[in-house]
């Protein structure tokens, strides 16, 4: 990895070189130098009907400890959901994105609240890059009154529309059209912004992928489809799914980049390139080249059709929160004890919130029959016994 | 191109609101009359002008001028922004219209006929109906899905399904189905405007039919609630519930029944959801018998539902067991001998409130 600093003048450049500790007076270490530092990403962009943004990103210490700190906290999350739902405070479905958290914090530092993200199932971390809070999180997984959805999606459902976060999806590939339909509206309404949207290898082999491409192409619309290659669609390999698994490619007239979705600065440079890029000339596609450790779902071990070799080999070589931490400590922005006491303060405050979000109560029975309407028109809905239980819609 | 030609020239002339008035002017002064497809152009173009969010998307819709010319001049006065011509891919589309309708838009998708909407009907329940449900509030649907609906005249088995009872059977959604012109504006009005997924079911054989319609229906601000059955004809020996084209057929089978000496109500559902229960209910506890009509396949039809609902609220007030005219439970046939039989005409109308009739106690 090379590496350049970038001389200026002023007197926030010397503090570069001493530890941080000295001039912290915070409990919490995190640096407010936006001094700028430019990284080279891990490997080059490869690019399809397009020309490649520059490997240089340009980041600076806070944003690294961000990312850091970000990363952290959803990695402690998606492993304390792991451990909730073995306890059974986490019924049916959950998929964890343990492993791909630089996709979701590269992502927002390249983008702002108003542009759009829509996702499938997988949505965890995406929804805490969105500005969703670790309560909102934990009580929706476990079904209560604070969850973002207030206990009534669950896991696959999270959504966040004060920060453009339409969700949240359980089918396959259906977020890809509902993507390019925000970015139509965002056109529309002449918003200057653009949405991304996020769909896995498995998803993207559904036709009405393509249906939405081509007429996102057709309209010119603001529209980023990013395919989180993890390389495993549920228990299928890429391979065996896809003739043709250079997903970046499969846009045909679409041009496409393909990025190292475990390095996130080059995430962060990629999602910034698709959005000039989208705002001017329309779709592109991202794809992120990333990886889950955990299987498909709770209910997937990950290890019938990979090798532990081959998991164990990606969480040393490629872990994205391993690959910030050696940036920061090369570049003397932090010292080890300092990243490992935000490690602790992160798994502190996510088994606060644990606590706190058990002793959020489970929905009123009377909540079964709200928001089926926006509208409810007064009209008149049924239990499970129509005689026994009835409710007007509000 | 042609599009964009029109789109500059749109922009160089002024828009006005042109009042429905304006289209009757073929039609003589004292009974003002109206075509179906001319109350639902007319309800079109008027919320379009009121509401810069609404917009139409669809296949033929714009250049073609609507395959079933719906949406006639919509293209002319609003400009290719707000009505898109599609690829032929529902399920892309729809996709696409309701993710606009999660931002805030307004889409009105059209679906050249319902059958269609097959291929788009994950977007339409999981992604439209269900949304505000999941989200709690968060993420509610604004979106109108129309087009024509059940059988037109020898079009065969792919063409000719009704999906009333299937959308109707998913909560989160509002299913409608206009019979006459003053339906047809009203309710297209008050879909467009209703903040929920609206899946409103027209039927083709009547899009070039010609009502009675009032000064009122013409208003600009002309709107039905939606949820709300209408007696089209009052009666006190039976009841005869139908929705859509069928409505006519229960109108003219009323007439033959009248001869007999039986006086038949006859009621015009207009929203089969949510389903007007209370005035069905009203109503077989005034006649104590009932037939339901539909266009529809039988098994867990609309008809179905209805005299679910009846036996279980008005079971006393039954004096004959509940009578269903539906579709042949066969696919579509192609020959029009056959086609003739899969259909519900008139006559079995008749036949089956005759005999609701003649079941009376002494």
Redesign the interface.
Known sequence: MALSYLRSSSSRSVNLLKPLSSSLPLRRPISTDTTPITVETSVPFTSHQCDAPSRSVETNPKELLTFFRDMALMRRMEIAADSLYKAKFIRGFCHLYDGQEAVAVGMEAAITKKDCIITAYRDHCTFIGRGGTLLEVFAELMGRQAGCSKGKGGSMHFYKKDSNFYGGHGIVGAQVPLGCGLAFAQKYSKDETVTFALYGDGAANQGQLFEALNISALWDLPAILVCENNHYGMGTAEWRAAKSPAYYKRGDYVPGLKVDGMDALAVKQACKFAKEHALKNGPIILEMDTYRYHGHSMSDPGSTYRTRDEISGVRQERDPIERIRKLILSHDLATEEELKDIEKEVRKEVDDTITQAKESPMPEPSKLFTNVYAKGLGVESFGADRKEVRATLP | MLGIARQKMLEQSSKKIRPAVSMLRNYSSAAKEMTVRTALNSALDEEMSADSKV?LMGEEVGEYQGAYKITKGLLDKYGP?RV?D??I?E???????????????KPVVEFMTFNFSMQAI??II??AAK??????????V?IVFRGPNGAAAGVGAQHSQCYAAWYATC??L?VLTPYNSEDARGLLKAAIR???PVVFLENELLYGESFPISDEVLDSSFCL???KAKIERKGKHVTIAAYSKMVGYSLKAAEILEKDGIDAEVINLRSIR?LD?STINDSVRKTNRLVTVEEAFPQHGVGAEICACVV?ESFAYLDAPVERIAGADVPMPYAANLERMAVPQVEDIVRAAKRACYRSVP
């Open positions: 917009f922004e898109l599609t690829p891919t399920a892309g589309f729809t996709g696409i219209a309701v993710g606009a309708a999660y931002y805030g838009l994950d977007h999981n992604s949304s505000n449900y999941m989200s709690a509030g968060q993420i509610s604004p909560p989160g509002k209703d903040p929920d609630p939606i949820g949510p229960r279980e």
